[in-house]
Antibody, heavy 117, light 107 residues
Framework: QIQLVQSGPELKKPGESVKISCKASGYTFTDYAMHWVKQAPGKGLKWMGWINTYTGKPTYADDFKGRFVFSLEASASTANLQISNLKNEDTATYFC??????????WGQGVMVTVSS | EIVLTQSPTTMAASPGEKVTITCRASSSVSYMHWYQQKPGASPKPWIYDTSKLASGVPNRFSGSGSGTSYSLTISSMETEDTATYYCQQWSSNSPITFGSGTKLEIK
């Protein structure tokens, strides 16, 4: 069955970096784009951007340009999100989600990233 | 960017009651998609392409709309429908956006 399994929770200090992963299984990884979605505590969903899993080209939403990097380990069917120079406002749960015809048909379980001094 | 405005923000419905959640877009969109999210869980695809139910979604749910106005309807509220529902669009020349969510509770 199709699964997106994300890495575990992270506790970081301001200014540090974090890399979270999303491992896909049960389908051909390069056939579907992967998106990233942020959900701050008690808040709604915010789209961060996506990565073309065939070409590796990332596209970032305006609010996520600069400190955020999407990457792939295609041989491992894994998409990664790296956030550098972490700020308190980066505290959130980050989801990966598989795109299917302009919407998302499978989601990872989410990774809670806590930024605190 | 197309802004999606959901209403109501929060609502409570009695078992058996009909529920309608609306999602208004700041510009016309071709399709609307809906997700259900329960506390501590990831969003689940619920309705796609405006009116198609995702796998496993009970048929008391339905979706409709066009242009700038879309809705999700539950014909008869059940306890298990308690959740937050989000609409989402991705139209050409606009980034993906989500509505701010509608929290639905049981009375």
């Amino acid at each position: 069955q199709i699964q997106l399994v994300q890495s575990g929770p992270e506790l970081k200090k301001p200014g540090e970096s974090v890399k979270i992963s999303c491992k896909a299984s049960g389908y051909t990884f390069t056939d579907y784009a992967m998106h990233w979605v942020k959900q701050a505590p008690g808040k709604g969903l915010k789209w961060m951007g996506w990565i073309n899993t065939y070409t590796g080209k990332p596209t970032y939403a305006d609010d996520f340009k600069g400190r955020f990097v999407f990457s792939l380990e295609a041989s491992a069917s894994t998409a990664n999100l790296q956030i550098s120079n972490l700020k308190n406002e980066d505290t959130a749960t980050y989801f990966c989600a598989r795109e299917w015809w302009n919407n998302f048909d499978y989601w990872g379980q989410g990774v809670m990233v806590t930024v605190s001094s | 960017e197309i802004v999606l405005t959901q209403s109501p923000t929060t609502m409570a419905a009695s078992p058996g009651e009909k529920v309608t959640i609306t999602c208004r877009a700041s510009s016309s969109v071709s399709y609307m998609h809906w997700y259900q999210q329960k506390p501590g869980a990831s969003p689940k695809p619920w309705i796609y392409d405006t009116s198609k139910l995702a796998s496993g979604v009970p048929n008391r749910f339905s979706g409709s709309g066009s242009g700038t106005s879309y809705s999700l309807t539950i014909s008869s509220m059940e306890t298990e429908d308690t959740a937050t529902y989000y609409c989402q669009q991705w139209s050409s020349n606009s980034p993906i956006t989500f509505g701010s969510g509608t929290k639905l509770e049981i009375k």
